[in-house]
């Protein structure tokens, strides 16, 4: 991921100014597997993403512009396929209605860039009840 935030000049850790920046733009400067799923809103397959089981202690970035998602405190083991969280940063996410597919559902996107993470469902556990179910080619982690 390091090699990929070098060919990326929006990427960063700590400026959460608002991009707005054009597909073709990111096309030309994101890895394939990642434009398709950030934004395309494609799916990464399940039980086969990196952080699906991983439990080291630090944050979670979106791997698009680096903004901070999730802290580690939060991911919770699910069984579902995918990294799930009960609890997002309110200053990294918004949500978006999505009827795709035929489904009625609450896609997740990075608050910065705008891209797809993945979806909210209301089965996660306490405190929150959420279950944010995230592709984790979306998601970069630093350790503390």
């Not at 397959?45 to 202690?57: H, L, M, P, S, V």
């Amino acid at each position: 991921m390091e090699n990929q935030a070098k060919n990326n000049p929006y990427y960063s850790r700590t400026d959460t100014s608002k991009l707005d920046i054009s597909n073709d733009e990111w096309k030309k400067i994101l890895a394939p597997d990642l434009y398709s799923i950030a934004r395309e809103a494609a799916t990464e397959r399940a039980f086969t993403g990196k952080y699906n089981e991983f439990d080291e202690i630090g944050d979670y970035y979106c791997a698009v512009c680096g903004n901070h998602l999730f802290r580690s405190t939060s991911k919770f083991a699910s069984s579902c396929g995918w990294p799930s969280f009960f609890e997002a940063d309110k200053e990294g996410v918004y949500y978006k209605r999505d009827t795709a597919y035929g489904m009625e559902r609450v896609e997740v996107l990075c608050k910065r860039c705008d891209s797809h993470l993945g979806h909210v469902f209301d089965d996660g556990p306490k405190p929150t009840g959420l279950r944010y179910c995230m592709n984790s080619i979306s998601l970069e982690f630093v350790a503390d």
